[in-house]
């Protein structure tokens, strides 16, 4: 439909999709040294924070470098790092162990990423860049000749059927000689893009986590403001890549969070109820008894590290942020390598105003150089726990100078069906007294606004397969892996099952675009503005 219908268009001598904070840093680098360059940013959210989503403990140097006074007026939630702590659970035992080097917060903030863009988009337009919330970039424009040269917003207004409705509105054609893809991880447009160019023709696949987290309130006096308490070992068996996080705020909240590796093998794994689990642990639950929880949301990670970059240059665009996949998966952060990244695409843009020449600039700069220390600390757990902490060791105290780089591989075919997977009990139900009960009480607290009469904005290749195949040999997953329970098979009236999708409860996690073991879900854009609406996060 979208080449027979009339669009506007917006001339932008930049333009960036993704308002997170590599986005926004590099619109403001952008502008710090040419103003008069034309920018703007292109948010999906319904405004810019609401979609922001991450653990989040900041290293705050690349953003010092790019604000040298963010924190004469810090974000709302901004504490910084007093002390850390590493535990080894077992089901009902913890166990104090070394703080790996790599996970020291000296000198870091945990902060609220959804207060710190706002204040990031802020300061873009006092610079004079044109920041859009609620505009998702739904596909790239790409020229005859082969380039990138812009993005169309998706279209307003689309019925369940697919047609426009009573107030349709076509989104129109932001276009400029060089885009700059910001989505975060698994990004809809930065996938086709780099499918398109094959930017990964060179790397191994890229591997990821699914985060998910919540904010709680919580009795007067048990917080210590500062402490960074992180996890290994249980709920996980030795199998399977899990690990939690909590961050003590101030004023008697604390965020908590629980991270499962998608390479897992158990096709009946749920991250979502290994998350409560651990909230449950004896160690761990007399935290959160007589609290309240006040948010929650989820999203994938790329963490697949140095060698799953995929080439970050393409003619007429670039990736930046977690759209490249530069999460530091050991010393859990993200943040600041966003920023950096972001920072050095605005440098070498004024510079060179072309996208070319990047990748390389990137690859030798202090940011990769960080990730090829650690690259092969993740992929070590891929052969269980055990390994995994013994090559970490070895990994570290060499400073990552193994003459090896070990490899990924695409998280879904890790999945095994279920008559070649002997499952653990892993007594899911057991010890629940802590809210929330389900995943759909959860997304109660994600902020969520979906239009129900726009198409479903997941789109499944063949639902026939689901009811027949998947559920054959896979038992489906999709109702295990996602942590929002937008997947359910129901009776179809007729003796059998069907699936079907809630797509009102999309916490836009994308984990089912990634571990659905036929490859045939794809995530795309939602009306803008559409999703989870978070304020604390």
């Given at each position: 439909?979208?080449?027979?219908?009339?669009?506007?268009?917006?001339?932008?001598?930049?333009?960036?999709?993704?308002?997170?904070?590599?986005?926004?840093?590099?619109?403001?680098?952008?502008?710090?040294?040419?103003?008069?360059?034309?920018?703007?940013?292109?948010?999906?959210?319904?405004?810019?924070?609401?979609?922001?989503?991450?653990?989040?403990?900041l290293e705050p140097g690349p953003l010092d470098?790019?604000?040298?006074?963010?924190?004469?007026?810090?974000?709302?939630?901004?504490?910084?790092?007093?002390?850390?702590e590493f535990l080894f659970l077992t089901k009902t035992k913890s166990y104090r162990m070394p703080t790996p080097p790599q996970m020291h917060n000296d000198g870091n903030f945990i902060i609220?990423?959804?207060?710190?863009?706002?204040?990031?988009?802020?300061?873009?337009?006092?610079?004079?860049?044109?920041?859009?919330a609620g505009f998702a970039g739904a596909e790239a424009i790409i020229s005859d000749s082969g380039s990138v040269v812009g993005v169309r917003i998706g279209d307003m207004g689309i019925e369940?059927?697919?047609?426009?409705?009573?107030?349709?509105?076509?989104?129109?054609?932001?276009?400029?000689?060089?885009?700059?893809l910001a989505e975060g991880a698994r990004g809809s447009v930065t996938k086709t893009?780099?499918?398109?160019?094959?930017?990964?023709?060179?790397?191994?696949?890229q591997t990821y986590g699914l985060g998910i987290k919540e904010l709680w309130q919580l009795p007067e006096g048990r917080v210590e403001p500062g402490f960074i308490q992180h996890t290994l070992g249980w709920p996980a068996d030795a199998n399977t890549y899990g690990g939690s996080f909590l961050y003590h705020l101030d004023q008697n909240r604390a965020y908590v969070g629980y991270v499962s590796g998608l390479d897992y093998q158990d096709p009946r794994y749920k991250p979502f109820e290994a998350f409560q689990q651990f909230k449950n642990h004896p160690s761990i639950k007399p935290f959160f008894e007589g609290g309240e929880m006040l948010a929650y949301g989820a999203r994938t990670i790329a963490a697949g590290g140095w060698q799953s970059m995929p080439k970050m240059e393409m003619p007429g665009a670039l990736l930046i942020g977690c759209a490249a996949g530069l999460v530091n998966v050991p010393k859990i952060k993200g943040v600041h390598q966003a920023i950096r990244s972001g920072a050095l695409a605005a440098e070498h843009i004024a510079e060179t105003g072309s996208?070319?020449?990047?990748?390389?600039?990137?690859?030798?700069?202090?940011?990769?150089?960080?990730?090829?220390?650690?690259?092969?600390?993740?992929?070590?757990?891929?052969?269980?726990?055990?390994?995994?902490?013994?090559?970490?060791?070895?990994?570290?105290?060499?400073?990552?100078?193994?003459?090896?780089?070990l490899k990924n591989k695409v998280d879904y075919k890790n999945l095994k069906k279920v008559a070649e997977y002997t499952s653990p009990d892993r007594h899911w139900t057991d010890h629940r007294e802590l809210k929330p009960r389900d995943r759909v009480a959860a997304v109660f607290f994600a902020g969520n606004v979906h239009d129900d009469s726009q198409p479903a904005h997941l789109r499944v290749a063949d639902t026939h397969l689901c009811a027949t195949q998947c559920a054959t040999e896979y038992g489906n997953p999709c109702q295990n892996f996602c942590p929002a329970g937008v997947y359910e098979m129901v009776d179809d009236g007729a003796g059998s099952k069907k699936l079907q999708i809630n797509a009102s409860n999309c916490v836009h996690c994308k984990a089912c675009d990634i571990k659905d073991p036929y490859a045939q879900i794809?995530?795309?854009?939602?009306?803008?503005?559409?999703?989870?609406g978070y304020q604390n996060m």
């Open positions: 439909m979208s080449a027979a219908v009339e669009r506007d268009q917006m001339e932008y001598d930049v333009v960036i999709v993704g308002g997170g904070p590599a986005g926004l840093s590099c619109a403001i680098r952008l502008k710090q040294i040419k103003p008069d360059l034309s920018v703007c940013v292109l948010e999906k959210g319904s405004a810019i924070g609401a979609h922001s989503f991450s653990g989040c403990v470098a790019l604000l040298p006074d963010w924190r004469e007026t810090p974000p709302a939630i901004c504490v910084p790092a007093k002390r850390d609220s990423l959804s207060m710190l863009t706002p204040i990031l988009a802020k300061r873009a337009e006092d610079l004079g860049v044109d920041v859009f369940k059927n697919g047609e426009p409705g009573p107030n349709y509105a076509p989104g129109p054609e932001i276009r400029a000689p060089i885009t700059i893009l780099v499918k398109h160019f094959a930017l990964d023709a060179d790397c191994s696949p996208s070319a020449g990047y990748d390389a600039l990137f690859r030798a700069s202090p940011a990769a150089k960080e990730l090829y220390r650690v690259r092969n600390i993740k992929p070590g757990f891929k052969k269980g726990l055990w390994f995994g902490l013994a090559n970490a060791g070895f990994e570290t105290a060499t400073g990552g100078r193994a003459p090896w780089t794809t995530w795309t854009t939602p009306e803008g503005g559409s999703g989870p």
